[in-house]
């Protein structure tokens, strides 16, 4: 069976400082990935979406990128965090096109 | 732009009663829809798919799509306090491969 892997859990991060969260995928090949991100009391925000090693859309400009080095394998960047990045960073794999998209258990990002 | 809009709530129910969930979507050519489930501080997670008109029975959820009315719902039959939760409607662009998700409806059963 499918499973994805997301971390770390939480992350308290001073405002400048560099972000790396890490999504990975066991079971299946060649999965679309996704990394949303969640405010708090809000609705679920696309930041990046990738079908394959090395390709990335991005959805929302901002001071964040993502990477595919491996086919499972979704890496959530920034060189300098702001305070409005603060949220709930969500990792998610879609198998076949229409499937439903399915969730890590999220990183909870807070910039002080 | 498209957009998936739900009420936010909060739906209150009492613990047995039907509870119901709207969603409107705004993009025609969608063929795929999800609600998905997210408690407080949780991820979501997927609870009903459905892809044609008509109703979808599991278990205590029953999913209903209308896509003349570009309408979708979720039924919560015999509702438990554990169904307590935020819940998303997703729907799926017409190449298969993005979901649009709503702000989520909060849902809270009353013992």
């Known amino acids: 069976s499918q499973t994805i892997h997301q971390w770390p859990a939480t992350l308290v991060q001073p405002v400048g400082s560099p972000l790396s969260l890490e999504c990975t995928v066991e079971?299946?090949?060649?999965?679309?990935l996704y990394w949303y991100r969640q405010a708090a009391g809000r609705g679920l925000q696309l930041l990046f979406y990738s079908v394959g090693i090395g390709q990335i859309s991005s959805e929302v400009p901002q001071n964040l990128s993502a990477s595919r080095p491996q086919d499972r394998q979704f890496i959530l960047s920034s060189k300098k965090l702001l305070l409005s990045d603060s949220g709930f960073y969500l990792c998610?794999?879609?198998?076949?096109?229409?499937?439903?998209?399915?969730f890590g258990n999220g990183t909870r990002l807070t910039v002080t | 732009q498209k957009e998936v809009e739900q009420n936010s709530g909060p739906l209150s129910v009492p613990e047995g009663a039907i509870a119901s969930l709207n969603c409107t979507y705004s993009?025609?050519?969608?063929?795929?829809f999800f609600w998905y489930r997210q408690y407080s501080g949780k991820s979501p997670e997927l609870i009903m798919s459905?892809?044609?008109?008509g109703d979808k029975e599991d278990g205590r959820f029953t999913a209903q799509l209308n896509k003349a009315s570009q309408y979708v719902s979720l039924l919560i039959r015999d509702s438990q306090p554990s169904d307590s939760a935020t819940y998303l409607c997703?729907?799926?662009?017409?190449?298969?491969?993005?979901?649009?998700f709503g702000g989520g409806t909060r849902l809270m059963v009353k013992p």
């Open positions: 079971g299946t090949s060649n999965p679309n």
């Open positions: 997703a729907v799926g662009n017409n190449a298969g491969n993005m979901l649009t």
């Open positions: 998610a794999w879609q198998g076949l096109y229409n499937s439903p998209l399915h």
């Open positions: 993009d025609r050519g969608s063929q795929s």
């Open positions: 459905i892809y044609s008109n």
